[in-house]
Each structure stands twice: as structure tokens, then as C-alpha cells.
């Protein structure tokens, strides 16, 4: 009577076992490939814009700029937009207490889904009383941007 060791080693050099075997390895390839290609769904980037060239485009305003002597926070930059069509801006000048303001209530709600999403939505008053919709997108530095959703 054959061992159970002997039993595995005979199973192991059956020529169907070789087949299963290699044909599993196969699988287990194809099914990395397509892991790779959820990645990036529509192929590699044909154009990267940076939040750097952005800034320099006077698409998006650095909070670092507006608060120069503030601790790095969450929010690293908002869009220009959002700035000058929601009354954050006016004659060219930033109205600083008003973005601190908007910092303050998105900060905590980033805080919640940190490592969890990059994305945000939600609600705030302008300081012309309007209410509008907000994003908060995750950026390339980890840090976040705000927007309109027409800026998204």
C-alpha cells in the first residue's frame, strides 16, 4: 500500500495534474491582466494637467497663498470659480475669513471619509447668502480641492 506521500507525488506527475496546473497558472495571468486594466479603464493619459499649471492658468487658487502663515491644512486649492462667482472674491481681492469659513465647514466632512473616498459633496451658503453645491475632490498632492460641480 502507497503512503500518502507517495499517493500526492503520483497526483502531482499525473499528466492531467500538469495540464489543470499549468492551465490554472494561466487563468491566475489573465485574471492579473485584467486587474491591471480596471486600473486605468480607458488606457493611459494622452494629457496631464498639474495642479501647478492650473495655479499658473489662474484655474485654481492655493489656500497656501490665501493663508500664508496658516498650518498646511486639508484644502490645498479652490477653484477660481467657485471664488469669484460664489462672492468670495470681489475687486480682485480674496475675502479671507469668508474661504476660512468655507475650509472650516468642508474640513471636518473631508476629516470623516479620509482613506475611505476622494470624493465629497455637499452644500454651503455663499456670503451672499445663496446656497450652492460644493465638491471636494482628492488632488495629486493628497490633499484636497473645491469646486462647483461645473468646474468638476
Known sequence: MKSFLD?????????????RREKNKELTEELKNIEKEKEKPFGEAIYSYT???ATD???????????????QHLISHITTNLLQSKG????????????LDICNVF???IRKIVGKDTFLSGYMESPNGERFKVFAQQNSTGRWTLMLPEDY
Open 7 to 19: 499517493q500526492m507525488r503520483q497526483g502531482w506527475n499525473d499528466p492531467l495534474n500538469k495540464i
Open 51 to 53: 495642479e501647478e499649471q
Open 57 to 71: 492658468d489662474g484655474i485654481l487658487t492655493k489656500t497656501d497663498d490665501i493663508f500664508p502663515k496658516m498650518p
Open 88 to 99: 468670495y472674491e470681489e475687486n480682485r481681492e480674496i475675502k479671507r475669513a469668508c474661504v
Open 107 to 109: 474640513g471636518p466632512k
